[in-house]
């Protein structure tokens, strides 16, 4: 307290304002540097330890309570709090407000539409993606093009858009294009690549070689979402399935999960809406298993997609469109998402 009355009424407003700031920040990297030791120490049944055991440095502002750096943080940088806790490792609870706050940017109670066809194609396997008001269909599960379709007229009626070259060829169906990005899996990489620009960027994720869904071709599954990106996966030569939470522009892990509690061996594909991980059986019955921000199992209300052909090869949420593209044997589907 001593430091803090010094600065208060000795130092000039600048350095309070910088002090301030850096105190936010140090609480900030001890809440993360906690919630990582927590959750090594939760994952250490499943992963080998490592080495790197972090020390939590204390610096001098620690003498400061906890609940005053708080309060200070909650006064005078409430966005930036409010940014980082949205940003926030996945380990430590978040607020009830901090929920409610990310609730409210979309609704986790909604109902699933039927599945209407939008048009057909001639492999059975295959992908499509809905980005806005465009689709992005491939013909394979193994591959270099991309068809773009604007509108589910010109799909209907396959007048393409344009042939998309990629840099490196997509591995699996569940990928996913993004605001005119694709995300995409290359054996063990995750490749970002922007359509227009022709830019990419990837990082690297040991994932099992065995496919993540029956049914599928996919070693990972990646999804788009009202709070970012997230990578469903099982780590080489493990069983259990992993999340990653990606920012979207730079590409970094933000937040793990592992849920031994979900086999996804057994269901065909999954996708993630409103930070809730919904399974899609083989004969289209759809159910919310796990709520990521409060970390919990859940069993929701299940939707059965009636008249879907089989096997489905690909299920992602289009956050702009507010819909859901189904590829199954050749068909394509969109289900829309009631508000
Ligand atoms: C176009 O859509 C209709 C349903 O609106 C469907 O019956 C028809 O098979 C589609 N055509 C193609 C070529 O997929
Ligand atoms: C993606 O595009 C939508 C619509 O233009 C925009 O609202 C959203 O912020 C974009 N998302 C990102 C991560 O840039
Ligand atoms: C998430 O897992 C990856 C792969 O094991 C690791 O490299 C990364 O540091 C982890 N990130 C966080 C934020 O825990
Ligand atoms: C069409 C098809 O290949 N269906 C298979 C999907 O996976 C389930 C479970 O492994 C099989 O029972 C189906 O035959």
Redesign the pocket.
């Known amino acids: 307290m001593k430091y803090m009355d010094s600065l208060k009424f000795g130092a000039p407003w600048a350095l309070l304002i910088v002090s301030i700031g850096w105190i936010c920040y140090q609480n900030v990297q001890i809440q993360e540097l906690q919630a990582n030791r927590h959750k090594r120490e939760l994952s250490s049944n499943w992963l080998p330890k490592t080495d790197d055991d972090t020390t939590i440095f204390m610096p001098i502002y620690a003498q400061v309570s906890k609940k005053h750096i708080r309060k200070v943080c909650m006064e005078h940088f409430h966005s930036f709090k409010h940014y980082r806790e949205l940003e926030k490792s996945s380990t430590r609870q978040p607020s009830p407000s901090v929920v409610k706050e990310l609730k409210r940017k979309c609704s986790a109670e909604v109902s699933f539409g039927q599945p209407v066809l939008i048009g057909e194609r001639k492999n059975p396997e295959g992908c499509a993606y809905l980005d806005g008001g465009h689709w992005h269909v491939c013909e394979l599960s193994h591959g270099y093009t991309m068809l773009s379709f604007k509108g589910n007229r010109r799909l209907n009626s396959s007048e393409t858009r344009a042939v998309q070259f990629l840099p490196y060829p997509f591995d699996g169906t569940d990928n996913m294009v993004y605001n005119n990005t694709m995300w995409y899996s290359e054996s063990d990489r995750l490749i970002a690549y922007n359509l227009k620009t022709e830019k990419s960027n990837s990082i690297y994720l040991r994932t099992s070689l065995d496919p993540i869904y029956?049914?599928s071709s996919s070693r990972l599954d990646v999804q788009a979402e009202e709070h970012g990106i997230w990578v469903l996966y099982r780590r080489r030569d493990e069983k259990i399935l992993s999340v990653s939470r990606v920012n979207v522009h730079t590409m970094q892990i933000v937040s793990n999960w592992t849920l031994p509690s979900i086999d996804t061996s057994?269901m065909?594909n999954a996708f993630v809406r409103c930070a809730i991980l919904y399974s899609v059986e083989?004969d289209g019955t759809v159910t919310p298993v796990y709520d990521f921000y409060s970390h919990t199992y859940i069993q929701g209300r299940k939707t059965v997609w009636e008249g879907l052909s089989?096997?489905i090869g690909n299920v992602q949420y289009d956050p702009n469109s507010k819909a859901i593209a189904v590829y199954a044997n050749a068909k394509i589907y969109k289900v829309p998402v009631l508000q």
């Open positions: 029956a049914n057994t065909c083989c089989q096997p």
